[in-house]
């Protein structure tokens, strides 16, 4: 499956930006979406998932900021982040897990940059 990200960009603190992702050339069926962030010199991390039960995961840090929402049919997945501190500036990673008979595939897309600055 193909990934790809869009709608980062620059938004000063408190304000607010929509990451959107959309999984194509699928051949199975798409389990879980959502996302994932890395800052210069940090590890990538959790943001938040949506799962095969349309459960949501958000990481601590997200605090009810951020909401994400996803489009089964489409194959798509949004992430709604309001609030927007400095601290959240990093490159936003989308991940779409894939079932493929037994087998789990992860994709992952080439990221969108999000800043956060006065």
């Known amino acids: 499956v193909q990934v790809v990200e869009s709608g980062g960009g620059s938004v000063q603190p408190g304000g607010s930006l929509v990451l959107s992702c959309a999984a194509t050339?699928?051949?199975?069926?798409?389990?879980?979406m959502g996302w994932y962030r890395q800052a210069p010199g940090t590890r990538r991390e959790m943001v938040a998932m949506?799962?095969?039960?349309?459960?949501?995961n958000y990481a601590e840090f997200v605090q009810g900021r951020f909401r994400i929402s996803r489009d089964v049919g489409q194959k798509m997945v949004f992430l709604q982040m309001n609030s927007l501190r400095s601290e959240d500036t990093a490159v936003y990673y989308c991940?779409?897990?894939?079932?493929?008979?037994?087998?789990?595939?992860?994709?992952w897309g080439r990221g969108t940059q999000v800043t956060v600055s006065s």
């Open positions: 991940k779409a897990v894939e079932r493929v008979g037994l087998a789990h595939l992860v994709s």
């Open positions: 949506v799962l095969s039960n349309m459960t949501p």
């Open positions: 050339a699928s051949t199975g069926v798409i389990v879980d």
